[in-house]
């Protein structure tokens, strides 16, 4: 008994990835700690690394992945009031640029970069459509915030494939933690497990399709503990 104790003790650490959606991890930590959207691009790439720990536990963490798309850099005209519309000086262009900074900062961390591609096309607002198809407004009340650029990432869910396919033939994790939230992932988890990996989910309190969970290890139910407004309410 005492040699196999000895034995156990031997063990080598548990290697963790830790890969995040980084679309997904910014719409749900807003919704869960920043309502308000008060927090600084390095406040909140401080909670994204503190999270990536705790997930880790008393485990090696072997690296942070994290997927994104690099703000677009062009100007439309807004179809409703023919206005110059410069996306490259938006609130949201500054935040993820600062924001992708400070995780370069962050020891452990890879960033993961693709692209966000426009059609060309103005989309009217879902909620828009609905009351102009009920007739409670017509097209003469649109206004300049009832519509938004088509905009789609591309090349995030390959390089997140990638990435678990590689750490999973290379052997170099003995577990691969998935901060997302939909069913892309659904064919690299499989291949992950097939290798032996175990395979988590931590869809951050998201509600998440029944089905997927015979596709993954466990789920993570880890949450931040932050001093936020929100959370003093």
Not at 188 to 205: N, Q, V, Y
Request: glycine residues 6%.
């Amino acid at each position: 008994m005492e040699r196999k104790r000895k034995h156990l003790h031997q063990l080598p650490p548990t290697k963790i990835a830790v890969l995040v959606d980084g679309g997904f991890f910014i719409k749900r930590f807003n919704a869960l700690y920043n309502k308000q959207q008060t927090l600084s691009p390095e406040e909140i790439a401080d909670s994204l690394h503190n999270l990536a720990l705790r997930l880790t536990g008393n485990n090696t963490l072997y690296r942070i992945f994290y997927y994104d798309c690099i703000p677009l850099n062009k100007k439309f005209h807004n179809p409703i009031t023919r206005k110059a519309v410069d996306f490259g000086k938006s609130e949201e262009h500054t935040f993820r640029c600062a924001f992708f900074d400070a995780l370069r900062r962050k020891r452990k961390v890879a960033l993961r970069l693709g692209t966000l591609k426009d059609s060309g096309n103005w989309m009217i607002r879902p909620d828009v459509t609905k009351k102009l198809l009920k007739g409670d407004i017509e097209i003469k009340d649109l206004n300049e915030d009832d519509v938004y650029m088509e905009i789609r990432q591309k090349g995030i869910d390959m390089k997140i494939g990638v990435d678990i396919a590689s750490l999973a033939l290379k052997r170099l994790v003995d577990t691969i933690i998935l901060v997302a939230g939909d069913a892309d992932f659904v064919p690299a988890a499989k291949l992950a497990r097939r290798e032996g990996i175990d395979f988590i989910l931590h869809p951050m309190s998201a509600h998440i399709d029944p089905s997927l969970f015979e596709h993954v290890d466990g789920l993570s139910s880890v949450r931040l503990h932050l001093k936020t407004e929100e959370q003093s309410d």
